[in-house]
């Protein structure tokens, strides 16, 4: 009787278990439809924790041409208009305005500060009324299509932790490329070439190395690594045949590597076994499709005009600029362009009239090059450095002859197309060009930004690497949408 | 449980709060509300929520009451009166709460009607049941319509309330957009389309005729120019006393500032355009293009004006198979989602060799879902646009430098959706373009390398003003600077006669070139040709000559000649171990350093740079030439004297030459120079040392002190 007794409390507390739980059950379901990425994969903590190739939303650019000014271009001879700082000239950086900015080793020893305002004269150019340095008169004449931020702010003083957090939204240097990332989040447009690609190019004016980190893949599948496209015989290093091997042979030699690859997976489940054979495939098309964009022999004169002629001598800016275009329009997702030489601590006057010769025109004629064709609405070009440089001269301030260093704090970089406001001006600096006192973009914004131009959302856009999700823009970043169309 | 008297008092208290509203409407056109009373009524959209649960629930278990099972469940039964009774009588409070409310200023309109009257009716439906329901004809129908009439009625009268308080249309906003009326630039008006639009999206859902707060609407002309109960928005011309401004510009904590905190705000646009609009003297009749093209309400304006054309795509077709995509996808077709989840696709189609019509034939599958179609480079003719056509729900197409020639473009005609055509680069039938209108969304078309001229091209914009003609570069004919040749020679120091490689990129040319150290022009000076010989040291300066450009920049370029090569090099004092090159041999490798000191190919050392050479054949030696690097700023100097030293064997070496440059200067620029000895005396000569003395003391003019200068070689030529 008493087990019977027992046995029927327990059973009620079984029904009332049960019953509860269903309800509980039905509460966690009814709540779960708040939220959306529960059951979608995306952020589980499965290995494939994105889903690449797919865009998060519609997006504005497919894709990105980056003009790399590597060494930092100064903001105050090119797009940042400080009438003060001419009127100011020689005396010295009132202390309130440095705050407690950490110079670098190399005028922080300087007794003096004295302040510099530009060599050259600054026009206003287009409808928007953009202030424009005499150094880039094509890049005034685009002022309506392009728009300049001139509250750019970054984290590093020194050229390589800066150009290493600008690509990588790190300064370390383990992380992927911004290229990367665009080629793991969104993949190829077009099978025959690689999403990301790189070219190189090099100013007459005082220099700072670039290296391969800057396109690495980090942690992501090495299939997202930038491809370097080289100015010499052979562009793409290790594509052509060797000597009497013919397109035949190759895709002999091709099919058995592939079948042993096959074998090799099967065996250890190494997913860069697959990449490999991806990558040889690519490779293969690419030897048919990449002469054909090399090609500059067909390019119209009006294009030799518009990009200058040194857009035919290849390995320079101009040059880049117009392979870049080209790539582009072939549905290369991210081309990264770095010009070298923009490191101005001493003469700057005379260095940056060589440097902004070789950028200005080519740099306009890209971006009315891709409007013309009715590819700039869905391409993104950004042209920018490192960093800024300092309102005050480095080393002795004479009138046509100064140098600025480095300067982290404000500074200007420009975007055209892609859904990006044309013919905006958008933060402002201070009357001294050292803080900013509107509309602060920090380097993690910008990532954020061009990444929501490309339809990915910066936070979803993860991949997990010992044993942490890694995003582009590390745990910050807001999409400017000040800029935005 | 609540005593009967209770209840009875209940149901009094239910009467009379009926009467009273009927009082209130039949003569509510009088009353007036007691300042002390108003917080009263400012309580209705809080107590509101009590009579909509109580309601809710009596009617559901009033629907089931007559449910055989429940029929004599007596807690059922009074739990269901006395949620009734709750119910009507809170029902009542509340509408003569709302009924308080509506006397305050800021309320009027059609939406306050609809709202009132459903809100009373509740009450009286509520309560008619509440006293019929225990009659004997009051039957399972009666109790269900009026369960649903009460329910109906609540939701109705909620509707218009919440568009009072959260403005029309709150609850489907997020999800549904009206259309918006697309507004072309050339016929926008500064106020109706460009001012009002801000005041309908950031004022309008507290500043309208149904909720007229501050006494304020801004629906139209009339009411913006009426003002408020603070008086008028603005001054004409005088922004900066004008209420309007005055109010948005305050600091968003301020009490007075507008938008009020919390709600969404003005844009720095949105401000500046209202601002300019009042400084501009707030007409209401002027066009956007009125205004001179640089006027800053033109600027902003036309800017505002665009987003409202690029509203995110919505697209209302259903997703293709997936399958079929997989299928359809191959190395030169690419085939993608625009978005994740979105059934719109992205096509583009990659080599032209490999492009046939089927290519795009076999899309029909996917015809409907196609939004971009990508045709750059390909041999598309004028009769695959057929094709083309097909592709209903089409936005860009790129036709750029195909083989179409505008002939079929009014089929085209057809695509309801299509935005972007580009056809740069094609060969186009100026007749035929004449139809591009046909294509009626067509918002931007690419004409430019189409071969038609400006003036057709104005013609079409005239005809066509909804579409934006990109003409793109055109040469302006001002001539420009040629880059200057290239110099294709590799080897710069030779043994036997090389030939000079000079080229061009642009083709047709002319380079012209001299070697005497003089300055090349377009008339006298060689021009270049293939076939040149150079047998002895050279200097050649070269221009880049075409017509209709300037002349380039002068390109020099050294060719040394070096006869003899030792057959073996070697260091008696060692060069500094930064500057080492590849030994010795280095200075004898025929590969000149250029002018990066640093790249491994130049020798250098602060100390006397000796260098001794063996030749296992005696040679008849008359010049040794050491190319040496001068660069001020960083040390490096020619160096102060050279010694040659030559003989039989290494015991008799006899001083042939000591050659000491000039002192350097302050502004020396930087050069790499060969500095020439003459050996005194011709004799055949097996070994050789050479001497290359440093600086000691740096001139005062140097920065730097306490340290000899650097000596710089790359290579040695001898003659």
């Known amino acids: 009787m008493e087990k019977d007794f027992l046995e029927h409390r327990l059973n009620i507390n079984r029904r009332r278990f049960l019953s509860r739980l269903s309800l509980g059950l039905g509460s966690v379901a009814l709540g779960s439809l708040l939220i959306p990425d529960l059951f979608s994969g995306i952020g589980s903590d499965s290995e494939a924790d994105f889903i690449p190739g797919i865009p998060n939303f519609a997006p504005k650019a497919k894709r990105v041409i980056y003009l790399f000014q590597d060494g930092a271009p100064s903001q105050l001879e090119s797009f940042d208009y400080k009438p003060k700082l001419r009127e100011m000239m020689g005396q010295e950086l009132p202390p309130s305005v440095r705050g407690s900015q950490i ?151 091709l099919d058995k590597i592939a079948e042993l690859n096959e074998i090799s997976y099967k065996q250890f489940g190494d997913p860069e076994i697959t990449t490999k054979i991806q990558q040889y495939e690519m490779a293969y098309r690419m030897q048919s499709a990449v002469p054909e964009i090399m090609d500059v022999s067909k390019e119209p004169d009006d294009i030799v005009k518009m990009y200058g002629p040194d857009c035919l001598v290849p390995g320079t800016y101009a040059a880049n600029c117009l392979l870049a275009r080209k790539l582009s329009e072939n549905g290369v997702r991210f081309v990264q362009l770095y010009h070298q030489g923009w490191d101005q601590h001493n003469n700057l006057p005379q260095e940056m009239a060589g440097q902004a010769k070789d950028v200005d025109q080519a740099s306009a004629a890209l971006v009315t090059d891709l409007k013309q064709r009715g590819l700039l609405d869905e391409t993104l070009v950004i042209w920018g450095g490192e960093f800024g440089r300092t309102n005050y ?19 200007s970089v420009w975007m055209a197309g892609g859904g ?16 900013i006192v509107k509309d602060p973009v920090h380097v993690h914004d910008f990532h954020a930004t061009i990444l929501n131009q490309l339809g990915i959302d910066h936070k979803k856009l993860t991949f997990k690497s010992q044993g942490r999700r890694y995003r582009l823009t590390d745990v910050a970043g807001n999409v400017v949408k000040g800029i935005l169309v | 449980m609540i005593k009967s008297h209770h209840k009875g008092f209940a149901e009094n208290l239910l009467f009379a709060l009926n009467i009273f509203i009927i009082f209130f409407l039949l003569f509510g056109g009088g009353i007036v509300i007691p300042q002390w009373l108003q917080p009263i009524g400012r309580l209705h959209p809080l107590i509101i929520h009590f009579p909509i649960v109580v309601l809710i629930m009596a009617m559901v278990l009033e629907f089931f009451r007559f449910k055989e099972r429940l029929r004599t469940e007596k807690l059922y039964h009074e739990f ?237 077709f259903a997703t293709a198979d997936d399958k079929l995509i997989k299928k359809l996808n191959n190395n030169y077709r690419a085939i993608y989602p625009i978005a994740q989840g979105s059934p719109a696709l992205g096509v583009n189609i990659y080599n032209k060799k490999t492009y046939q019509p089927k290519v795009l034939e076999e899309l029909s599958g996917i015809k409907k879902q196609v939004v971009s179609l990508d045709l750059n480079k390909m041999p598309v003719k004028d009769a695959e646009l057929k094709t083309i056509a097909g592709f209903e729900n089409l936005r860009t197409l790129n036709l750029n430098f195909s083989d179409i020639t505008g002939a079929t473009i009014n089929q085209l005609a057809s695509l309801k959706y299509l935005r972007v055509l580009s056809l740069a680069g094609t060969k186009l039938n100026p007749q035929a373009i004449k139809q591009i209108g046909a294509i009626k969304s067509l918002k931007e078309i690419a004409l430019w390398d189409t071969g038609l001229p400006d003036d057709e091209i104005a013609v079409l914009q005239k005809a066509n003003k909804n579409i934006d003609f990109i003409k793109g570069f055109k040469d302006n004919g001002k001539p420009m600077k040629i880059n200057g040749p290239q110099v294709k020679n590799t080897a710069f120091v030779f043994t ?73 090099i070697s260091f008696i004092t060692a060069p500094n171990e930064k500057y080492s090159g590849d030994g010795a041999k280095t200075l004898i490798d025929k590969d000149l350093g250029g002018s990066n000191f640093g790249n491994g190919k130049w020798i250098a050392s602060q100390k006397d740079l000796i260098v001794y050479m063996q030749f296992n054949k005696p040679v008849d030696l008359h010049t040794v030439t050491l190319n040496c690097l001068r660069y001020i700023g960083t040390q490096i100097f020619l160096p102060i004297a050279i010694e040659v030293w030559g003989g039989k064997d290494a015991t008799h070496l006899k001083l042939l030459s000591t050659v000491k440059p000039a002192a350097p200067k302050k502004d020396d620029p930087f050069i790499v120079k060969g500095i020439d000895c003459q050996l005194a005396t011709n004799r055949a000569i097996s070994c050789l040392k050479i001497i290359a003395k440093p600086i000691q003391n740096l001139p005062k003019w140097d920065p730097v002190k306490k340290q000899p200068g650097w000596v710089f070689m790359d290579e040695i030529f001898l003659n």
């Not at chain 2, 305050?104 to 459903?118: A, S």
């Not at chain 2, 002319?510 to 293939?530: A, C, F, N, Q």
């Not at chain 2, 047998?535 to 060719?559: E, H, L, M, R």
Request: charged share 20%.
């Open chain 1, 103 to 253: 110079l670098t080793g190399m005028t922080a020893q300087q007794k003096s500060f004295p302040l510099v305002g530009s060599f050259y004269d600054f026009k206003q150019y287009g409808e928007s009324k953009a202030w424009i340095s005499d150094l880039f008169p094509h890049i005034g004449s685009i002022a309506d299509d392009i728009c300049i931020i001139k509250s750019m702010y970054t984290e590093a003083i020194n050229h390589d932790p800066a150009l290493t957090f600008f690509q990588t939204g790190a300064q370390q240097g383990n992380r992927p490329s911004m290229g990367s990332w665009v080629s793991y989040g969104l993949g190829s447009e077009n099978k025959n070439l690689p999403a990301f690609t790189v070219l190189l190019s090099k100013g007459k004016g005082n220099g700072q190395g670039v290296y391969s980190k800057l396109w690495s893949n980090g942690f992501l599948d090495s299939i997202h690594q930038g491809v370097q496209f080289s100015s010499g015989e052979n562009p793409v290093l290790y594509l052509n045949d060797q000597d009497g091997i013919d397109r035949r042979d190759r895709r002999k030699m």
């Open chain 1, 393 to 411: 001269s480095q080393g002795k301030l004479e009138k046509a002859n100064y140098g600025r260093d480095h300067h982290p704090r404000c500074f």
């Open chain 1, 420 to 435: 990006i406001k044309p013919g905006l001006v958008y933060g402002e600096s201070d009357e001294f060009g050292y803080n």
């Open chain 2, 80 to 316: 269901t009166t006395y949620l009734w009774l709750t119910g009507a009588l809170f029902a009542g409070v509340t509408a003569i709460m709302g009924l308080f409310l509506s006397k305050e200023q800021g309320y009027d309109g059609d939406t306050l009607q609809f709202h009132k009257w459903f809100g009373v009716s509740v009450v009286f439906v509520s309560t008619a049941i509440y006293w019929c329901r225990s009659r004997e004809w009051y039957s399972q129908k009666i109790a269900r319509s009026g369960a649903v009439a009460t329910v109906l009625c609540l939701i109705i009268a909620g509707h218009y309330g919440a568009d009072i308080t959260h403005g029309d249309n709150f609850i489907l906003a997020p999800v549904w957009h009206p259309e918006k009326k697309l507004v072309p630039i050339d016929k926008a008006f500064v106020f109706q389309d460009v001012i009002e639009p801000v005041f309908d999206s950031k004022c309008i859902s507290c500043h309208n005729p149904d909720k007229t707060k501050g006494g304020l609407a801004l629906v139209d002309k009339r009411s913006v120019l009426k003002g408020g109960k603070d008086g008028k928005l603005f001054v004409p011309g005088q922004p900066q006393i004008s209420l309007l401004l005055q109010r948005i510009h305050m600091p968003e904590g301020e009490k007075k500032h507008m938008p009020p905190a919390g709600k969404p705000q003005l844009t720095a646009d949105e401000m500046n355009m209202l601002y300019l609009w009042v400084k501009e003297n707030a007409d209401f009749k002027k066009k956007v293009i009125d205004l001179p093209p640089s006027d800053s309400l033109r600027v902003i304006a036309a800017n505002y004006l665009k987003p409202t054309e690029e509203e995110e795509e919505q697209y209302d």
């Open chain 2, 496 to 568: 036997k006669p090389i030939e000079l490689e000079l080229s061009h990129p642009i083709k047709g040319t002319e380079i012209r070139y001299t070697t005497d150290g003089t300055d090349p022009d377009s008339v006298k000076s060689m021009v270049y040709k293939p076939g040149i010989i150079i047998t002895q040291n050279t200097n050649i300066k070269a221009k880049a000559y075409k017509a209709g450009w300037y002349g380039s920049d002068i390109v020099q370029v050294n060719f040394y000649k070096s006869t003899y090569t030792p057959d073996s």
